[in-house]
């Protein structure tokens, strides 16, 4: 019986571990409340068009940490395209984009759990963007979201 509960114990390790190694891929379950102003944005996030075009960002909000906030900066001027692809059923999150005094440039704000884009925002070289996503309604989260941005040049 002892042996058991210590094979029992050493699978439960592995396992905590197993979760501890996945946390680490959701940027805001290490950050929690610390990237909720522009001040405190996390990034900035470069895209340099010779190695890629797209940034994903994977992250959580919840009725916890309503928003969460990125910089992003592009290595040449373009067409930045926004996108927030949602995963979790009946998870309501907005979308929006400013620039670096704070000007909001564009918002997706639909209702239910919809992906939300911004499109066509022009991206002027080696310049901070902010996006900024926010929390509406939901369950607890489950899975993070996945944020992109890219560049069409
Ligand atoms: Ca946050
Ligand atoms: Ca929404």
């Known amino acids: 019986m002892k042996k058991f509960i210590i094979v029992l114990c050493v699978v439960c390790m592995m396992f905590s571990t197993m979760a501890f190694a996945h946390v ?3 940027p805001e379950m ?3 409340n610390a990237n909720d102003t522009m001040d405190t944005a996390e990034g900035p996030y470069t895209l340099d068009k010779d190695s890629r075009s797209v940034i994903y960002i994977f992250g959580v909000a919840s009725e916890a940490d309503k928003t969460d906030f990125y910089k992003v900066k ?3 001027s373009g067409r930045g395209d926004f996108w927030i692809a949602i995963t979790e059923k009946g998870m309501n999150y907005d979308l929006f984009v400013y620039d670096k005094r704070g000007k909001l440039l564009g918002s997706s704000t639909k209702g239910g759990d919809e992906d939300e884009r911004i499109n ?3 991206i002027d070289k080696d310049e901070i963007y902010y996006m900024q996503i926010k929390y509406i309604s939901g369950p607890a989260p489950t899975r993070p979201y996945y944020l992109s941005f890219e560049l069409i040049n």
């Open 30 to 32: 290490k950050s929690g």
């Open 24 to 26: 680490q891929y959701w």
């Open 74 to 76: 592009s290595s040449v």
């Open 120 to 122: 066509h925002i022009y």
